[in-house]
């Protein structure tokens, strides 16, 4: 499980470089950006790494939890965190969403190569 941790890792950081370069193309609030994809990095690494440790025998549930707080952490954002830091809504909680999203949309192809490969041992 620990390989597949890993190449995941590498991919979140992958998807959030490529979400501030785009995001770079659209608008010029680099702060608002760099914020929501780091938010969204960190926490995706967070989710993963509590998921995998708590529900390691259950893929399933590890999605589960892990799409649960990604979408109690979207709703915070936009009604706290926004507010709060004064940043611009717009390309803040588009990086955080598209970050979650597309990590989200890795994971379990992640997951499924890390279970073949343990099968195969």
């Given at each position: 499980?620990?390989?597949?941790?890993?190449?995941?890792?590498?991919?979140?950081?992958?998807?959030?470089?490529?979400?501030?370069?785009?995001?770079?193309?659209?608008?010029?609030?680099?702060?608002?950006?760099?914020?929501?994809?780091?938010?969204?990095?960190?926490?995706?690494?967070?989710?993963?790494?509590?998921?995998?440790?708590?529900?390691?025998?259950?893929?399933?549930?590890?999605?589960g939890v892990g799409l649960l707080g990604r979408l109690l952490l979207v709703i915070v954002a936009a009604l706290v965190i926004v507010p709060a830091s004064g940043l611009r809504p717009g390309p803040f909680l588009y990086s955080l969403v598209t970050v979650l999203f597309a990590t989200t949309l890795l994971e379990p192809v992640v997951m499924a190569a890390g279970a073949r490969n343990a099968k195969g041992r």
């Open positions: 499980m620990r390989r597949p941790l890993g190449t995941l890792a590498a991919g979140v950081a992958a998807v959030g470089g490529v979400v501030f370069a785009a995001g770079l193309a659209m608008t010029d609030a680099r702060d608002a950006l760099a914020a929501g994809v780091v938010l969204g990095c960190a926490f995706q690494l967070l989710v993963l790494g509590i998921a995998a440790a708590a529900f390691a025998g259950n893929p399933l549930a590890a999605y």
